[in-house]
Structure formats: C-alpha cells, structure tokens
DNA sequence: CCTTTCGGTGAACACGTGTACACCGAAATG
DNA sequence: CATTTCGGTGTACACGTGTTCACCGAAAGG
C-alpha cells in the first residue's frame, strides 16, 4: 500500500460533483423501486443507499415528488428509445418493432418497471408526468402511422385512437415483460407480435364510417 | 330528545357484528385510497377510519398486505359484474359493452381505481392476486370468444392472445374513464369503442398463418 | 490573497408508525 | 346459571420518519 499523497484523481469541478451526487441518488431511488413503488420509499432511504446524509437530499430536490418526476424524464427517455430505434430498423417490420422492445427492457428493466408501476400510481404529480409524456409519444406515433402507405387517408382522430390502442398494448406488453421470468419472456414476446399483427390486420380493413 | 334506555337496535348476533366491522375496515380503506397507494396506507389509519382501535385490526387481518388481498377479491365482483352483464346485453354489440363498462366504472369508481391502480403496484401479493384473477377473467373471455361463429375455427392459443389484447384495451380504457372528468367521459367511451372496433375487424380476417 | 458561494455534515425535534400485552364485557355454549 | 369464547379496548414501547438549524471546508470569483 503506498501512500502517496499526491491527488490520484482529478479534482472535479463543483458542479460536476453535484451532477454526480444527484445522479446517485436518482440511481439509488431506482435501485430501491426494484421492489417498492414510490409512495413507499422514504428520503432516508434514498439518501442512505447514495452514501450521502439525509439533509442533503434537498441541494438537489425540493422534495421525493420532486426527484420522481425527474425519473420520469430519465425513463421516458430510454422508452423513447424504443420508437426511434423501431423506426430506424424498418417500421413495417412488427416482428422487429417488438423484439427491440424486449430489448430494451431487458437492457434497462428498472426504468421500465418504474414507469409501468407508477403510471397509476400513488403520486399526482408522478402520475401527471406521465401522462403527459405518454400522450406525446402517441401523438407522435400517430404521425408516424399518418406517413404509412395504408393510412394515408386516415382522420388524425382515428390515427390518434389506432396510436393509444398500440401504446396500450405496448405498455401491457411491458408489464409483462418486466414481470415474467426470463424463459418465458419468448412466450410473451410472441404474443405481443401475435397482437400487433392482429391490430395492423384491423388497419388494413378500416374505413371510418361513422356509426 | 327522549330518553328511553330500551335497546332501539336489534342485540346483532356475534359473527353479524364481526362481519360489519370487518366491511367498515375494507370500506375506509377503499376510501382512503381514493388518493392513495396501498403503499402509502397506514394501518392505523385505517381502523381510525372505520372508527376501531388499531389493535382491533388484528382480529380480521393478518396484516394490510391480507386487507389488500381481501380487497382485490371485492373488486374483482365488480369488475366480473361487466362481463357478466355484457353477455346478457348481446356481446355483438361492442358500442354497448362499452358503454356497459363505463356505466359500471361510473357505478364504483374507487373498485376499479383500485384494481388498475394497484395491478402492477408495489405490494407483491395485492399484485399477484390481481394478475390470478385478470388471467381468469382473460381464460372467461377466450372461451367466450371462441363461441362466436367467427371464431369458431380459431387455435386456442390465438384466442387466448386475443382475448389478452381486449382485456389489455379494456384496463387502459378503464384507466382512463377513472382519470377522466366526467364532461371528457364520452370522448373516452367512443374511442374506446373504436378501438373495439378495430379489433373486431382485424379479429374477421384473420388466418392462423405460422410466420 | 481574501471573500463569497455552496454542496455536504451532524445533532436535534416532534410525530406517526406496527405490534405486544393485559384486560374487559357480552354473546355463545354447556 | 356457570363457564368459555372472542371482538374490541387502552397502555406502552422502540423505531423510522421529514425537516430545522448552525456549521464546515473547499471550490469559485474578485
């Protein structure tokens, strides 16, 4: 053991370590969440898994709803993710569309869970965030669907409603995905192709008559 | 204010009074939890609700993850009530089943909030109990399913899968009807009903191919 | 070099929690 | 009528919680 005491590491700027910190603690909060939903993680948990005292958790947020909310940002991003990678890898594709979902979560599970767990969850303002963000990324693939040879000539109200419907089954495959084991996951996987298939068959017949 | 001393109630045989409390226990929570997680739920806050000692709890409930279970079997009656009823009204008609499903959620929002609210929620065995009783009502409605001519000639993993994506449309519809103001709830049930709709159509052609 | 800024500290507080225990009184049982 | 059963009571305890406050030390800025 040699005891230089020269300063092995760099000495880091001030706001580089308070970016670190509070990234610990958002990583320490989603660690906890493996097992727990929000309503029942306390501050001093959090603070206490990120190696750092308790009242520092407020240089950083206002207060848990607080840090919840930028959790949904970091997630929503990596839930993103999905759609640009899905659209990258040839939109028509439904096979690959959700075999890049599966991939994702199993890269990423913590975020996933998280949001599939706190959507109707305990924390309006949580809840609210989601929402939002859910509501962009359907409106957004609703566009996508829009540029689609076949829906060309769709009303943007029934693009939007066709949009929810596979954000819908897209988020119940999700659910599943996150709780099943992992040998099972090719089951769920199937099915969740099974069922895209059977909406784009849906699609392909639909004509908005109005009932 | 008279004051006669003569029991004006009727004695309550022992089992009767126990059964009552143990409702007004399961009624407070279902109210407290208007706003709430089960996670965020006290016990002691739930036996001041239903104005008993806290001690008391312990008479009916082996803990609140036991309430919860207790709850979820509650809840379920209701939900079950939906398909039940839908059937009666002739299951053809999908703008009725949903304005069935609507009706009912309007009848007992704080069951269904419950149920969607706490599916994939943080207390394993709430959760567990509500993915037993979702996988039967989803086998209920493959059955159902597979009795329509249309479906007459359909693989039983197909209509599983099926019936899988309408329960899934059913829950996010659900989801939303509980959330929504009431003045939005129309909007809610037609696209919801589109949706249906959409299944429908995609459900008529079909064909098992083995991609 | 001196001063200010600020992320992190540690002690302290009032409070709500789950559960153990002994106890009560009336319904149930003989 | 005597005894047992049992749903509900009240007290008590140890514990984890959110938030307060004054304080520290080093980076940032003049």
Redesign the pocket.
């Known amino acids: 053991m040699s005891s230089t005491l020269l300063a092995v590491t760099e ?5 580089d ?2 970016r ?3 990234q610990a603690l958002l990583d320490a909060a989603l660690d906890l969440l493996a097992d727990r939903a929000m309503t029942g ?5 959090v ?2 898994a990120a ?10 947020f206002a ?2 709803d607080d840090l919840g909310v930028a959790l949904v940002e970091q997630c929503m991003r990596t839930l993103r993710a999905v759609l640009r990678r899905a659209r990258r890898s040839g939109a028509a594709m439904i096979t690959d569309s959700v075999a890049v979902l599966a991939e994702q979560v199993r890269a990423a599970p913590a975020h996933f869970r998280f949001l599939v767990r706190e959507r109707p969850g305990g924390i309006p303002a949580v809840r609210a965030a989601i929402a939002t963000e859910l509501r962009l990324l359907a409106a957004e693939l609703a566009t996508d669907l829009g540029r689609l040879p076949v829906m060309a000539e769709w009303e943007t109200d029934d693009l939007r409603m066709a949009a929810d419907l596979m954000v819908s089954a897209m988020l119940a495959t999700v659910m599943a995905l996150v709780e099943a084991e992992e040998f099972d996951e090719p089951e769920v996987v199937d099915v969740a192709a099974r069922q895209l298939r059977l909406i784009a068959l849906g699609i392909e017949r639909w004509r908005p008559e109005t009932p």
Do not use: C, I
Request: aromatic residues 6%.
């Open positions: 000495p880091e700027s001030r706001q370590r308070k670190r910190t509070r993680l306390s501050l001093r948990e603070t206490r190696g750092v005292v308790p009242t520092a958790f407020y240089r950083h207060s848990m």
